[in-house]
């Protein structure tokens, strides 16, 4: 079984900056890809950030230049850096680890950690 906590959200003022952390009980390169998404009320879930067990990336064209994703294997934990944070990021960000191979898949959901972006 595999968990995935996340933390560091928060309320942060237009063009702050905030960290998100997400902490696996187990060794994060058993992944193939880990990322973030948010839901926001009233809207579906969306990808913001993925990376790779290789440590490819890839970011939503709304993020692009002012979030990064990163991960260190050594503390089983990715990080969302997010910067020039703007009221349209509020939402529930989600950490999110899949895994896939042959006839086996694998996805698990952090609990999520809500981000608020004041104007």
């Known amino acids: 079984q595999v968990q995935l906590v996340e933390s560091g959200g928060g309320l942060v003022q237009a063009g702050g900056s905030l960290r998100l952390s997400c902490a696996a009980s187990?060794?994060?390169?058993?992944?193939?890809?880990m990322g973030w998404y948010r839901q926001a009320p009233g809207k579906q879930r969306d990808l913001v950030a993925h990376?790779?067990?290789?440590?490819?990336?890839n970011y939503a064209d709304v993020v692009k230049g002012r979030f990064t994703i990163s991960r260190d294997n050594a503390k089983n934990t990715v990080y969302l850096q997010m910067n020039s944070l703007k009221p349209e990021d509020t939402a529930v960000y989600y950490c999110n680890a899949k895994n896939y191979g042959g006839t086996s898949y694998y996805d698990y959901w952090g609990q999520g950690t809500q981000v608020t972006v004041s104007s």
């Open positions: 187990r060794s994060i390169s058993t992944f193939n890809t």
């Open positions: 990376i790779t067990n290789r440590g490819s990336t």
